[in-house]
């Protein structure tokens, strides 16, 4: 729990110190960005900290190209 506690206060950290700027410039974009990113990580981060089983991101790519894959290359 203090792993998850810590994690989540650097991250906040990190958004106090990155944030202010970016919108301070106008750099709304940017901003969106890197919240996005900051939240994908922190998520991914959360899961490693708390030893959360989380799949491979192959399997996506696996269900996505599989159909395509048989319809390039036919299996008889």
Same mark, same amino acid.
Do not use: H
């Given at each position: 729990?203090?792993? *998850?506690?810590?994690?989540?206060?650097?991250?906040?950290?990190?958004?106090? +110190?990155?944030?202010?700027? +970016?919108?301070? &410039?106008?750099? $709304?974009?940017? =901003? %969106?960005? $890197?919240?996005?990113?900051? %939240?994908?990580? *922190?998520?991914?981060?959360? =899961? %490693?900290?708390?030893?959360? !089983?989380?799949?491979?991101?192959?399997?996506?790519? &696996?269900?996505?190209? !599989?159909?395509?894959?048989?319809? $390039? $290359?036919?299996?008889?």
């Amino acid at each position: 729990m203090i792993q *998850t506690i810590s994690l989540l206060a650097a991250v906040l950290l990190a958004a106090i +110190l990155q944030l202010p700027p +970016l919108i301070r &410039k106008g750099w $709304f974009r940017e =901003a %969106a960005v $890197f919240s996005v990113l900051l %939240a994908l990580g *922190t998520l991914c981060s959360v =899961a %490693a900290v708390r030893l959360i !089983d989380v799949p491979s991101p192959l399997i996506v790519l &696996k269900i996505v190209y !599989d159909p395509i894959s048989r319809l $390039f $290359f036919p299996t008889s």
